[in-house]
């Protein structure tokens, strides 16, 4: 969801719909229609909300976020993704790997993926699960993460798209904190968008 599930796909928590008012949140940036904010949560990590428009209907867009095996195609600095188990319909285990550049060691994230919809609305969270699979050495594996996407059907070719994360990921520096906040969810949407 990773910084995107790292931050996504970078920080996690209580993700209620009151948590997507604007009353604590601050514009950080905003670029190719797409505003990105960020704010401290109730653990003291930083989260962002990232919110734009897409010319999609609701139903696509949800089958392009629900292909976890394709997700490193789109989002921001996924090396590998794949989904390790597909309980239900409503129910993923996934699995991400992600490149932080030199001289930083990648990390992996596992999370369980829920997802929730109607008509109108649809809810995807992805929650860290690191014990899901045995840690492997190659990674530093993220255990604690949370992202919601939330799918808001405007009419049948417009939809509202949100995305909020957290990730708590030791040993980064804060330049490249400060780019999967900011940049991270303005390059993944970007690239949601432009596959409509």
Known sequence: MLINFLILYLSFFSLDSHNSSHTDWKLKKEENDIKVFIRKNEINNVEYLAETRINGNIDSILEIIM???????????????????????????????????????????????????????????????????????NYIRISDSKSVWKLSKVNDLETKVS??????????????????IVDGPIYSLTNLKNKF
């Open 67 to 137: 292909d976890y095996d394709n997700s490193h195609k789109w989002m921001y600095k996924l090396e590998n993704s794949k989904i390790l188990e597909k309980k239900y319909d409503s129910l993923f285990y996934v699995y991400f790997t992600m490149e932080m550049g030199w001289p930083l060691k990648k990390r992996d994230l596992v999370s369980d993926v829920k997802v929730e919809k109607n008509d109108d609305f649809i809810s995807v969270s992805l929650t860290s699960s690191p014990k899901y699979i045995p840690l492997d050495n």
């Open 163 to 180: 995305l909020q994360s957290y990730a708590v990921i030791e040993g980064l520096p804060s330049f490249v904190v400060e780019l999967f």
